[in-house]
C-alpha cells in the first residue's frame, strides 16, 4: 500500500532537491519542472507546496540559515575554550558545512539571488549579518582577554574573516573542489591571526 507523504516531508524533499540540482545543473538553469521530476511530482503538485519559484528557494535560505545558525551556535558556546579558539572553531564549523552543502557557494554567486529573488538576497544577508555578529562579539571578547590586540576594529576584522571564506568557497567550487577547503582556510586564518593579535 502506497503511503501518502505529509506536506512537511514533501517540502523537505523539495528543499533537499533543490539543493542537490543547483549544485549539478547551477541555481540559474534550474526550474521547477527538473525539481518535479526528480521528486517525482507534477508542476501543479509542486505548487502546492510552494506557490512560486522563488518561494522554494526562500524556503532553501531559510533551511540553510537555520543550519548555519546551529553550527555557529555550537562552535561559539564551546565551553572551556578561549575566545579565539571557538572562533577558529566557528570557522572551521562553516567552512565543514560549505563542503557538506556544495551547492552553496553557486547560490550565493548566482543571478538568482542578485537580480531575480530580493528575498533571497535578503535572507542571505541577514545570515551575513548574523555570523558577522558571532565574529565580533569573539573578537571583543578576546581584547577584553588580552588575546586580541587592544586596537584592533573588530567589526572590520569580522568582515576580512568573512573575506576570507567567501574567496576561499569561491577558489574551492572554480578549482572543482580539488582543494582541502578546512585545511586551506585553517592555514590562512591562522596567517590572519598573527596580525590580530600581534604575533610573528
Known sequence: MRVRKTAEVRKQEIIETTLRLADEVGPDRLTTEMIAREVGLSQPGIFRHFPKKEN???????????????VWQEAAE????SPLERLKGLVRRHLQ???ATPALPAI???REMHLENEALRRAFFGTMQKFHGYLVDLLEEG??????RADLPAKDAAWLIISIIQSLALRWSLSGRSMDLVKTGERLLELQFRGFTGGT
Open 108 to 110: 550565493l554567486f548566482s
Open 97 to 99: 558545512l560549505i563542503e
Open 143 to 148: 581584547k577584553a582577554r588580552g588575546d586580541v
Open 78 to 81: 564551546t565551553p572551556d575554550a
Open 56 to 70: 522554494i528557494w526562500e524556503a532553501v535560505a531559510l533551511s540553510l540559515s537555520e543550519s548555519m545558525g546551529k
